[in-house]
C-alpha cells in the first residue's frame, strides 16, 4: 500500500510563506486537509491525478498553491501569506479515482493518509 512521506512545516510569522511537501504516486489524486487543536480536520486544497485541475477551500484561494511533480512522485503545497487562524498540522491525503482530471474535497474517500506536519503562524 502506498505510505505517504510528508516534508516541509514549521514556524513563520504572519505574512511569511511555507511549503509542504508529500511523496506520492501519480496512480493517486492529492489532497491536503489541516486540523487545528480543539477542532476537526478541515478540507484546504486538492489536485487531480494529472495535475491540471486543482480545488482550493475559500479561506486559502489567492493564497495557497496546489502543485504535483508526478515523474518525482511528489505533491507540494505553497502557503503564502500566512495567518495566525493557518497554525494547524496539515495531512496529505492519497484517493484513488479513475478520472486522472478529478478529485476529491471529501476526507472520507481519501485512501492513505501522511503523518502530519506542524505549520505555526506566530503573530
Known amino acids: 500500500q502506498e505510505q505517504l512521506v510528508q516534508s516541509g512545516g514549521g514556524t513563520v510569522q504572519v505574512g511569511g510563506s511555507l511549503k509542504l511537501s508529500c511523496a506520492m504516486s501519480?496512480?493517486?489524486?492529492g489532497g491536503w486537509f489541516r486540523q487545528a487543536p480543539g477542532k476537526e480536520r478541515e478540507f484546504v486544497a486538492a489536485i487531480s491525478r494529472n495535475g491540471g485541475n486543482k480545488d482550493y477551500a475559500s479561506f486559502v484561494k489567492g493564497r495557497f498553491t496546489a502543485s504535483r511533480d508526478n515523474a518525482r512522485k511528489m505533491v507540494y503545497l505553497q502557503m503564502d501569506s500566512l495567518k495566525p487562524e493557518d497554525t494547524a498540522v496539515y495531512y496529505c491525503g492519497a484517493v484513488d479515482l479513475a478520472d486522472p482530471g478529478t478529485w476529491s474535497t471529501r476526507q472520507m474517500r481519501y485512501d492513505v493518509w501522511g503523518q502530519g506536519t506542524q505549520v505555526t503562524v506566530s503573530s
Open positions: 501519480s496512480r493517486y489524486a
